[in-house]
């Protein structure tokens, strides 16, 4: 997880934080949306899903994850608001070690046990520690060493891939009883994500072009985070599955949404 976040890292800089600053509402709005849709809707699908306790849980964990990288990518490719994306990105992944253990215990407590405050230790470790080593190798060595901007996202597919397959390894006995439905459901939380955080974005007066940066911003998540919440607390093979499953189909998704999009620009006059 560790790498996945110090590559994170060595793809931003400050100025992408000092950047909340200048547009405000688009971040706060961003922000909100994934902090209110996909933890509720996440905690709806874990209720009807009549799933063991610990992989239900897993379920509302995926949503009150902040979104990651690959929701910038997408939304470079859907033609939106990149520099919007990437801020939403950097804020939510920069107060994810507060709101993702309160949003658990508020929503999960039912399933499962979380103790709030090692849950914030063990973010603090797995994203804001490498992210902050990556920043300052961006800062400092990074232009020394332009090998590494090819390297980094290579070594970060891989951890994710090397990710999903332990994973699914551990709970292969769950996946081969649950996996249908699991993934039903995933891609549920994940469609209706998109769908939600588009109009969530129009409601508070958006334009289009924002408003599909806040929908891909909203439907893609970090499962790299939630695996790793879930690995810390030793429910790798529970708590741990709706995020190996959701990681993969949401990059198929994205990008089906992004290719939809990238084909259907927004005329400058009709933006809002």
Known sequence: IQIIMFGMGTSMSIKDFIAIFKSPKGVLIGISAQMCIMPLIGLLLAKVSDFPPEIAAGIILIGCS???????????????NLALSITITSAATLISPFVTPILMKLLAGEFIEIDVLTMMWSIVKMII????????????????INWLNY????????AIGIIIIVITAAGRDNLL??????????????????FLGYFYARIFNL?????????LEVGMQNGGLASGIANSLGKIATMGLASAVFSPLMNITGSVLASYWN??????NNKI
């Not at 902040?66 to 490719?77: E, I």
């Not at 490498?130 to 020394?144: D, M, R």
């Not at 009883?177 to 998109?194: A, E, K, S, T």
């Open 129 to 144: 520690l490498p992210i902050g080593a990556g920043l300052f190798f961006n800062k400092f060595i990074g232009q020394k």
């Open 207 to 215: 334009t289009k072009h924002d408003a599909r940066t806040i929908a």
């Open 66 to 80: 902040p979104s990651g990288v690959a929701s910038n990518v997408m939304a470079y490719l859907a033609k939106a």
């Open 151 to 158: 390297v980094m996202p290579i070594l970060s597919m891989l």
């Open 177 to 194: 009883d649950i996996g249908f439905i699991l993934m039903f459901l995933v891609i549920i939380h994940n469609l209706l994500g998109y």
């Open 263 to 268: 084909k259907r620009p927004i005329k400058h």
